[in-house]
């Protein structure tokens, strides 16, 4: 088969086009061989025809719509240009994907945006993942590079290209970040972020802003990155090739100078030193017009700048003489020469030019520089000629000095430049050997512009020899790939350009001539143009120019490029005057003289490790052996191309789409330009040569199956099957080759079967479509027929019906009128009738109501007409009194007048006079006889006064009466005020109230008028308020349910406020304990190189020494918090001012024994301080005594007749209470036996009623039994019991009586509690005698013992005296033994009488009465064994057990010996045979015999050992799951235990009585509580990341790949980047994925079961785990684009349903966990669902789980796999995108990939114990002697 075949009417095809440079159209007719023209259809509808002279001629077959957008060119069918153009364009403009593979290389075009697509997630997605697995992505080609680094153990290479604008540097950065991040080194150099940190440094002395690109490289440069034998970065280095130092002192229009030296202008405020100013009044600068960067600030980028350096290890002096170097050039451009006459002695004057002494910038540049200004100043003007026997100085013209100005300025930033990459170079070199590296050269493209010189020659003929090195190495894998799978093959033929490079660098080439004429003293331009077209014109790839004779040209694999020679020799030779440089030279500055010393000086490097190969070194001592920059740039390429050669190399050709930087905008014209020049469709010419298209069998025939029949297939061999496909559709062998894996087709080839295939399927479609059209069609006939017949019927009877009723309703009729009509006459005639009755009588009413009316209004005139006529009379008679009243007080005051005249007249006369003085005299003769009586009635006064005085106490008492009175009356007063305010605000009230009434009642008329209108309104308004009340429901029920929805809104962000809390600081830990694994790495390191022991650290920093671990000289480490005691506040600890840190033994050996340890015999530390023993054992035997009053009081309340009575009435109680039920329920009985023999049934009632009492009395005894146990030893359990709703409950609480014994216990509790109230206080009149009696004897005691002690201290003067002291040594020690002996014999005792009381009650109350033998027991050892008989009697009761405290105890100092073997030396399959957390238990039980002692030293030694220990074990073996599930169960149990036994009553709610009685009483451990609650979160992240690394193998081919029907999804054509090519295989080949993760799963679930971890803590796993699961599996399906179609996200919802059902199956917490899977989920739906406009709310709210970005990237990349299917339309995603910006955006919305190492916060639930501490014993394989049950 050919493709002619293929040329048929409607066939896509390509056809060339002035603009787009390739143009869609269509063929109109078919094609045949013998017709010379074609007629075809453009995309515009433009009819054109094409000239067809040959089959070349025939325009280029477009590919199959499936496989536009492809990841990979090679996929693609038709291999060619437009197919390649198309296809970038459909990617980078419509699905705005920037990567592409072309084979081995990865095509990257410049967005000129910013995309998020390059954060730490996609990292760590790429990362294991073979380059094709994912979406094409710089980050693929470095893991691939990575990958075959580890697997290989070969060098790496990658080569990034293109030209300027296109993303070089960017690209090379990223590559260089991922090895930063994937490759980072453990040690503390951080060489990765030195690497990182050389880019801004590079970028700002070697990038410039360009018309092309604002940070065009002007430089090449080779990164050596390397790799020590755990592939970490140990170090780099780098190479730089061929600086455009032009670009110094020269500027194209709308360009800039070095980066740096804005930056330098920018800050020049921070260094004024400099004497910089702006950057526009520099020479240098202000050329370009452009000194600005839109969106970059140069300060900040200096301060950038600045921070790498300070970083790469620059000093801040060699940082000030770099920047005044680089100001000093700045000032050199600035100095201005004038033309001047040069007079020299007996010589004639000559014209030159100076530099004028006003010239600051030549003073600035000594300055800067340190060098002498005069011979600077004349060697700017001056050059010197040295002849043979003399030496000239020359003047130089103004043209000329400003030349030699602008090459020292060039060859004084060259030599800086070489110098910082030597200090670079430095910075990265490392001690560590270097293993292998990864090199990532970002090198310039080819170039060719209007005009080109000797930059772009050299820039040209580079890619010239990485061109050669390209189709060398693609046709190698080419090569390859066709022996591997050993398939025939002819020669590939490819572009050699070996001629090309052999023009220009054999002998006699351009390089060679161009040295040559350099080295001509009188070598031109010209004459070495002339000698190239002499020399050179044999060459098939050298051409002359057509006009003019300086320039020649050259046939570059890309284009034929036009040399101008002008400066060709000039820029070879590089020449600097030498006298210009000897004076910089000279300078007083180090870095200056150091710039320009020889070049084996200034690049020997320490170490021969680091590669360091500079653009341009140093010149050289001798003018004639110095190297042209050709020949150097020749020997440093072919170095390079030979490191390259020896490395696998990986390309990145980068693109750049426009020249105008215009975001996402794709030029066809410069696009194609650059994929010629780049090598990719020479990658694709090569391809499409051999065999472009490459199938496995197995894909082969999954996906052209519908070609075969099925006896074709054989299932067992593939290759068999497809063989019988081809040969039956393609005839011609030579179209494809059976490979050993693989079937390899030609071009084209593929488009055929996929054309065969689709017709196939069309064929099939259009039989099914048929078929159904047929049954559809046959189906509604016969529905329309049915139909019919059934319409037909019930229309006829509907018109007979009709017409009956007709009939019927004409008969009714009239007889309705009938009756009507006289109904109307009667009720007419009636309604008459009353209307004039009516009328008459409201007449006659109203007549009547007259007359009434003007009678009474008569009798009311004639009473008014009464009271007016007495009023006026009465009128009358007021005048006539008043005006007779006037009358008689005028005459009056005239009488009184003449009166009063008269009297004045009397009073004149003398005999008025003697009346007066006759009236004296008597009044004296009065007051004479009143002083008499006077006299005698002063002693009747005298006795008077007492009763005065008396009166006056009254008076005062009364007064007091009277202001109290007034008070109350003032208060009265006021009450009667508020009253009378009161009385008027009632009446005002009244009168509202009344007014109100009047209105009512005028409102009620009006009401009642509108009543009538509202009553006509209620009908119509009633329909509607029905609706509206159930409306109303709704709403409500809708309010409820929004309340509820808006609590849980509540709800669910306060909880997630918490939870972001517990989030940061889980985080927090996780980094705590990150950097405290690097602290003990880095300790370990530091001890294994000083090889020193006396470094000293505590517990928590040894966890990897075990050691220090068993050395109990250890100082304490408490972790984070300490112990609270709550009784022994007085043991503080000392200073640290007062610790001695030269001794080694611990705080609590300080006794006075250690104390002198600095005497010099060693026998005298060997001797007991006897008085320091005599006072210990003075104090013990207080503390005896002390405790055998206490033990003998304990025992006389035990023995004590009171007790024994309240239990005898307790005892008697319950009888009581129990014979009244019997005695009852014996009435009930008998009332019912009365009744049956009346009845007749009295013997059978009988005998019925005497087995149920036999049965009730057998019942009743062992209940009996069964209470009075629990009722003696568990009544403060009783409400649980009587509360619980178990059947043991029920049968026990039968008819009540349990709860009547608890009330009789209650009533006992009672007393027993008064009886004890009074023995205390009896007991404390006792203890204060004692106490008394006790300080006498102590105070007696001390000075016994200050004597003995004081005669014991002193040396023994005789023999006697040492011998008396060595006795009585021995003699305490034996007294110590005994009393220790005598203790535990007294508690022996003790225990066995308490065994023996219980014992004697179990006997008395089954029948026997043992008091004489209890009172004789003491006494006579021969019971002793009757007791002891009685109790072998009855085995079945066990009471030792309950005497046990529930704690274990050990000697201190003994913790890390029971750590060791209860922690580090405990296996996992060892523990699961025990009980689930055992360790915990033995544990706690030790710190409750710690809290029992009082001891806080233990306690804190004892949880210090145990936190370490735990950590040394998870450090130790933190790969190993079920060791951090062991110790992470039982730190949680022991989290809980302390919890539980801490005595809050938080944690208390279930326990048991006796659990409460079990607290711990004198420590608050709630700050170590934290501490392990910290490490149990930090064993539950390693416990995740153990777990997440065993499943991540498996996530993506369970839950995207695997596919129950093999083929379902079909798979499309691949290209050479196939799945899988360095991804490993499965372990498991015949198991499916699905279920493979599934047991992994399960068996993971089964060890958490089995070590008892919590269940919630168990769905917390999980539910991390599942987002694990789904964030991996997105992310992966974000980044391949041929799982995104409606059959595979039917197939990742089936697989995801397996795992659905799983957590259904644990009964784990389904909700949280599903809500995990939720984004799959919703990815896998939006997969399936329809894409119409209609759809696109639908689709918004169906993916609330999905970040837009997210939702955008899956519609993008959906991609059909049959043509059947239709491609998303882009109007669709772009309403889904605007639908989507009306979210609320945050954080989270704007992220493409899930975060995969994203935490759940974690929550331990308090989950207490029901064991009860007393019943754990320790098994004999733990080994711990040490511990003591107690």
Not at 209 to 226: C, W
Not at 816 to 838: E, P
Request: charged share 30%.
């Amino acid at each position: 088969m050919t493709t002619l075949e293929l040329y048929t009417k409607g066939a896509k095809v390509w056809i060339p086009h002035p603009e787009k440079v390739w143009e869609a159209a269509e063929l109109e007719e078919d094609y045949k061989t013998n017709k010379t023209t074609l007629q075809i259809t453009t995309e515009n509808n433009e009819k054109k025809t094409l000239n067809i002279k040959s089959e070349k001629d025939l325009p280029y077959l477009r590919n199959p719509s499936i496989l536009i957008g492809e990841n990979d060119l090679t996929s693609l069918s038709y291999l060619h240009e437009p197919a390649v153009l198309y296809n970038l364009q459909v990617r980078f403009c419509q699905n705005r994907y920037i990567y592409t593979y072309c084979g081995i290389v990865l095509v990257a075009i410049n967005p000129y945006d910013d995309l998020p697509i390059y954060d730490v997630d996609t990292i760590q997605t790429y990362r294991g993942q073979a380059m094709g697995d994912l979406d094409p992505h710089i980050f693929a080609v470095a893991e691939e590079a990575y990958t075959k680094l580890e697997r290989e153990q070969r060098d790496q290479s990658i080569i990034v290209s293109g030209e300027s604008g296109a993303g070089k540097t960017v690209s090379a950065k990223y590559a260089m970040r991922y090895f930063a991040t994937v490759g980072g080194s453990a040690t503390e150099t951080q060489i990765e972020k030195k690497v990182l940190a050389s880019s801004p440094i590079m970028e700002a002395i070697g990038n410039a802003k360009t018309t092309r690109n604002d940070n065009s490289s002007r430089f090449g440069k080779f990164i050596e990155l390397q790799f020590n034998k755990q592939f970490h970065i140990s170090g780099a280095s780098m190479r730089t090739y061929l600086l455009e130092k032009s670009r110094v002192v020269f500027q194209a229009p709308d360009e800039r100078n070095y980066h740096i030296f804005y930056q330098l202008c920018s800050a020049r405020d921070q260094l004024p030193e400099l004497h910089l100013s702006h950057q526009d009044n520099f020479y240098y600068l202000n050329q370009g017009e452009s000194p600005s960067v839109d969106g970059v600030d140069d300060l900040e980028t200096f301060a950038e700048t600045v921070n790498a350096l300070h970083l790469l290890g620059f000093k801040k002096s060699e940082l000030n003489d770099m920047f005044k170097i680089l100001a000093s050039v700045l000032h050199l451009g600035n100095i201005k020469f004038v033309e001047s006459i040069i007079s020299t002695e007996n010589e004639q004057d000559q014209e030159g030019c100076c530099v004028p002494d006003t010239d600051k910038h030549l003073k600035i540049l000594a300055e800067l520089l340190q060098i002498d200004l005069e011979d600077m100043r004349q060697w700017l003007c001056t050059r010197k000629i040295v002849s043979m026997r003399e030496v000239f100085l020359k003047p130089m013209s103004v043209e000329d000095a400003q030349a030699a100005r602008d090459a020292l300025a060039k060859h004084i930033y060259a030599e800086l430049f070489n110098w910082i990459v030597l200090v670079i170079n430095k910075a990265l070199e490392s001690d560590v050997p270097r293993y292998k590296f990864i090199g990532v050269l970002d090198i310039y493209g080819f170039e060719t512009f209007e005009i080109n010189s000797f930059e772009q020659f050299c820039i040209n003929y580079a890619n010239e020899k990485l061109q050669q090195q390209f189709n060398l190495h693609v046709f190698k894998l080419e090569q390859e790939e066709y022996i591997k799978e050993g398939i025939e093959w002819k020669m590939i033929d490819f572009y050699d350009n070996q001629p090309c490079i052999d023009l220009i660098e054999t002998k006699l080439g351009i390089l060679d001539l161009l040295d040559e004429e350099c080295r001509m003293p009188k070598g031109t331009d010209g004459s070495w143009t002339e000698k190239l077209y002499s020399k050179c014109i044999k060459y098939s790839h050298f051409g002359k120019a057509r006009f003019g004779t300086s320039a020649f040209t050259i046939n570059h694999f890309a284009d034929k490029v036009q040399y101008e020679s002008n400066g060709f020799l000039e820029k070879n030779r590089d020449t600097v005057i030498e006298e210009q440089i000897s004076v910089v030279k000279k300078s007083k500055n180090d870095l200056v003289r150091r710039l320009f010393v020889d070049e084996s000086q200034k690049l020997a490097v320490p170490g021969a490790k680091l590669k360091i190969v500079a653009a341009k070194p140093a010149p050289a001592t001798q003018k004639t052996h110095k190297k042209t920059v050709g020949s150097q740039f020749r020997d440093s390429l072919n170095m390079l191309m030979t490191t390259l050669n020896a490395t696998t190399p990986h390309y990145v050709r980068c693109i750049k789409p426009n020249d105008s930087k215009a975001a996402f905008d794709y030029n066809p014209k410069r696009a194609v330009q650059q994929l010629r020049a780049c090598g990719v469709l020479e990658t694709i010419r090569i391809s499409a040569a051999g065999f472009p298209s490459r199938w496995t069998y197995v894909d082969f025939f999954y996906r052209y199956r519908v070609l075969c029949k099925f006896k074709d297939i054989h299932r067992n061999d593939m290759q068999r099957t497809c063989q019988n496909i081809l040969k039956q559709y393609i005839k011609n062998t030579d179209m494809f080759q059976f490979g050993k894996t693989k079937i390899f087709f030609r071009a084209g080839q593929v488009a055929y079967l996929e054309k065969l295939r689709s017709d196939k399927l069309k064929a099939c479609c259009i039989m099914m479509q048929k078929t159904i059209r047929a049954f559809i069609w046959r189906k509604k006939y016969l529905r329309i027929k049915r139909c019919t017949i059934n319409i037909q019927r019930y229309g006829r009877g509907y018109l007979a019906r009709i017409l009956a009723q007709n009939l019927r309703r004409e008969r009714a009729a009239k007889t309705l009128q009938r009756y009507i009509r006289g109904w109307v006459k009667r009720v007419q005639y009636r309604r008459l009738q009353k209307c004039i009755s009516g009328i008459q009588r409201y007449a006659r009413g109203y007549l009547a109501r007259l007359r009434y009316m003007q009678l009474r209004y008569n009798a009311k005139a004639v009473i008014i007409q009464k009271w007016v006529r007495g009023y006026l009379a009465r009128k009358r008679c007021k005048a006539i009194r008043k005006r007779i009243v006037i009358c008689q007080a005028a005459i009056r005051r005239f009488l009184a007048r003449r009166q009063y005249k008269k009297l004045k007249i009397e009073a004149r006369s003398i005999e008025h006079v003697k009346k007066l003085n006759k009236g004296l005299e008597n009044k004296i003769i009065s007051l004479q006889q009143r002083i008499d009586d006077i006299t005698k009635n002063n002693s009747e006064l005298v006795s008077y006064k007492n009763e005065a005085n008396e009166l006056k106490n009254k008076l005062t008492t009364f007064k007091a009466m009277e202001v109290e009175i007034k008070n109350l009356n003032a208060l009265l007063i006021e009450k009667n005020k508020v009253i009378g305010k009161l009385e008027e605000e009632i009446k005002l009230e009244k009168e509202e109230k009344m007014d109100l009434i009047h209105e009512q009642e005028k409102y009620r008329e009006e009401t009642e008028k509108q009543q009538e209108l509202w009553d006509q309104e209620t009908t119509k308004l009633r329909k509607e308020l029905d609706n509206i009340n159930e409306i109303v429901k709704m709403n409500q029920e809708g309010a409820e349910q929004n309340l509820k929805v808006r609590l849980e809104e509540e709800k669910m962000l306060i909880l997630n406020e918490q939870d972001s809390d517990r989030q940061a600081y889980q985080k927090l830990l996780q980094e705590y304990h990150c950097l405290e694994q690097h602290c003990e790495d880095l300790e370990k390191q530091l001890n294994n190189q000083n090889h020193q022991n006396s470094h000293r650290r505590n517990v928590s920093d040894i966890s990897s020494i075990e050691s220090f671990v068993i050395n109990n000289d250890i100082p304490e480490d408490h972790g984070y918090g300490s112990v609270r005691s709550t009784t022994s506040s007085g043991s503080q600890r000392e200073k640290l001012e007062n610790i001695d840190w030269k001794c080694e033994g611990t705080v609590e050996s300080q006794t006075p024994s250690t104390s002198s340890s600095d005497t010099k015999h060693e026998s005298e530390n060997n001797k007991v301080d006897v008085g320091l023993v005599l006072k210990l054992q003075h104090k013990l035997a207080e503390v005896e005594r002390e405790k055998m009053r206490m033990q003998k009081r304990l025992d006389e309340l035990d023995m004590s007749p009171r007790t024994e009575k309240a239990e005898n009435a307790a005892r008697d109680s319950i009888k009581i209470s129990e014979l009244e039920l019997i005695n009852s329920t014996l009435k009930a009985q008998l009332m019912e036996l009365q009744n049956s023999i009346i009845e007749g049934t009295g013997s059978s009632k009988i005998h019925e009623q005497l087995q149920l009492l036999q049965t009730e009395l057998e019942r009743k005894t062992e209940e009996i039994i069964q209470l009075k146990s629990v009722l003696a030893n568990q009544t403060n359990s009783m409400k649980s019991i009587v509360n619980s709703n178990n059947r043991t409950g029920a049968y026990i609480n039968e008819d009540g009586e349990l709860a009547l014994a608890y009330e009789t216990q209650k009533t006992i509790n009672k007393q027993l509690e008064l009886e004890l109230q009074d023995e205390k206080s009896k007991y404390k009149a006792h203890e204060r005698e004692y106490k008394l009696e006790i300080e006498k004897l102590r105070e007696d005691n001390e000075r016994q013992q200050r004597l003995l002690s004081a005669n014991l201290t002193n040396a023994p003067q005789t023999q006697s005296e040492a011998y008396m002291q060595h006795e009585i040594t021995r003699l305490t020690t034996e007294n110590l033994d005994l009393h220790d002996k005598n203790d535990v014999l007294a508690e022996n005792v003790r225990k066995l009488k308490k065994q023996i009381k219980l014992m004697a009650k179990k006997l008395k109350e089954a029948g026997l009465d043992l008091d004489d033998t209890m009172n004789d027991i003491d006494n006579e050892p021969g019971n002793k064994a009757v007791v002891n008989k009685h109790a072998r009697a009855l085995p079945s009761i066990r009471k030792k057990e309950r005497d046990y405290l529930g704690m274990f105890s050990y000697t201190s100092g003994e913790e890390n010996t029971v750590m060791r073997q209860l922690v580090i030396e405990l296996k996992p399959r060892t523990a699961v045979t025990l009980l689930p957390g055992l360790p915990a238990y033995i544990v706690f039980m030790c710190i409750r015999h710690t809290d029992y002692v009082n001891d806080e030293d233990k306690v804190k030694a004892l949880l210090s050992a145990f936190t370490n220990s735990v950590k040394k074990v998870i450090r130790k073996r933190h790969d190993d799951f079920e060791t951090t599930v062991l110790w992470l169960s039982n730190t949680l149990r022991l989290l809980h235990n302390m919890k539980q036994y801490s005595g809050d009553r938080a944690f208390q709610q279930k326990n048991t009585a006796k659990q409460n009685d079990q607290c711990l009483r004198n420590f608050d451990l709630s700050e170590y509580r934290q501490v392990l609650s910290d490490i149990a979160v930090w064993i539950y992240q390693g416990l995740i990341r153990n777990f997440a690394e065993k499943v991540q193998p498996l996530i993506v081919p369970a839950i995207l790949e695997h596919e129950e029907i093999p083929g379902i999804s079909g798979n499309k054509p691949s290209g050479f980047r196939g799945r899988s090519s360095s991804v490993a295989t499965s372990p498991e080949a015949n198991q499916k994925p699905t279920t493979a993760l599934l047991q992994e799963l399960t068996n993971h679930h089964k060890i958490l079961t089995f070590y008892g971890v919590d269940p919630e803590v168990i769905s917390q796993i999980f539910k991390q785990i599942f987002y694990f699961l789904c964030a991996s599996s997105l992310n992966n399906l974000l980044l391949r684009k041929e799982l995104c179609h409606w059959s595979k996200g039917f197939q990742i919802r089936h697989n995801l349903s397996h795992f659905e059902m799983w957590t259904r199956e644990k009964n784990l917490d389904e909700q949280a966990i599903q809500g995990t899977l939720q984004p799959i989920i919703q990815a896998a739906h939006l997969l399936q669902a329809r894409k119409t406009e209609e759809d696109v709310v639908s689709v918004c709210e169906m993916c609330s789980s999905l970040t837009p970005l997210q939702i955008c990237k899956i519609l993008n990349l959906y991609t059909p796999v049959d043509e059947f299917e239709q491609r998303v339309p882009v109007s669709f995603i772009r309403k889904v995108q605007a639908k989507l910006q009306e979210r609320t955006p945050n954080q989270e919305q704007q992220a493409l990939l899930m975060d995969v190492k994203y935490n759940f916060p974690v929550r331990f639930p308090f989950n207490p114990s029901v064991i009860c501490l007393e019943d754990i014993e320790i098994p004999e394989i733990l080994k711990l002697p040490q511990l003591e049950k107690i």
